[in-house]
């Protein structure tokens, strides 16, 4: 599904990735380990079409994803709607005034029937056991709230490739909780994830693979998820 070679993007004044060969196929569940800093939002952020790679080649399925590419908006927009990305922060991903209008904004920009709009914000909300929030302002939830409803407004998409940057970050237990429970059912439903996180034992129930960046802003390692929990060194 996704290949990257010799991937490099650099921002101004530093380096955003390095390097950067990668592989993952359709149904994976990879974690993305690293300090801070070291480049996996900025990886979320070229897997997603928001940054072109600076050099080397992006390939998403049948389409090499790069500068041209992205500003075809038409093809863009084919992009985004394949692959969602969950902002570690829910503030910047929240801008409607309801949780309902948050939710069919992406339907209603792929220009679906108002008809289906509905029907994904409604099964959506089900999913996530949200129905509640439905007619709720998104900056008057809470942190936990906040972010089933910046997942949710990703899913009505119905994306091939779901990237979670630090989902658990600042959650309660609870919330921690029903957002395990959500990727298990993602998993289980054949979703490809890939989820970063400074703490493994938050997303080991559902990782297959482990890559980890370096400081250097490369990935130096990619482990399966027993050599991972079988070597005490990492």
Not at 20 to 45: D, H, R, V, W
Not at 192 to 213: A, K, W
């Amino acid at each position: 599904m996704i290949t990257i070679q010799d991937g490099n993007y650099h921002y101004t004044e530093e380096t955003g990735i390095h390097d950067i060969q990668l592989q993952i196929q359709k149904g994976e569940t990879i974690g993305l380990m690293g300090p801070n800093g070291a480049g996996k939002s900025t990886l979320f952020k070229i897997l997603v079409g928001l940054l072109p790679l600076s050099s080397g080649q992006y390939r998403f399925k049948d389409w090499t994803i790069d500068k041209d590419f992205l500003k075809d908006t038409h093809r863009a927009g084919q992009l985004f709607q394949q692959v969602g990305l969950i902002f570690q922060n829910s503030d910047t991903q929240l801008f409607n005034t309801s949780v309902y209008d948050e939710l069919a904004f992406g339907p209603r920009q792929l220009g679906l029937p108002e008809t289906e709009v509905e029907q994904r914000v409604k099964d959506t909300l089900a999913l996530l056991e949200i129905e509640h929030l439905r007619d709720r302002i998104p900056y008057h939830l809470s942190g936990g709230e906040k972010k089933l409803v910046a997942i949710a407004s990703v899913l009505t998409m119905n994306p091939s490739l779901l990237l979670f940057d630090e989902p658990f970050n600042g959650l309660s237990p609870k919330y921690q909780r029903l957002i395990m429970e959500l990727l298990q059912e993602l998993k289980a439903a054949g979703k490809t994830m890939i989820i970063s996180s400074h703490h493994y034992e938050q997303i080991q129930e559902v990782i297959q693979r482990v890559l980890v960046f370096s400081e250097e802003h490369t990935l130096t390692g990619d482990f399966s998820k027993e050599e991972w929990e079988g070597n005490t060194e990492f």
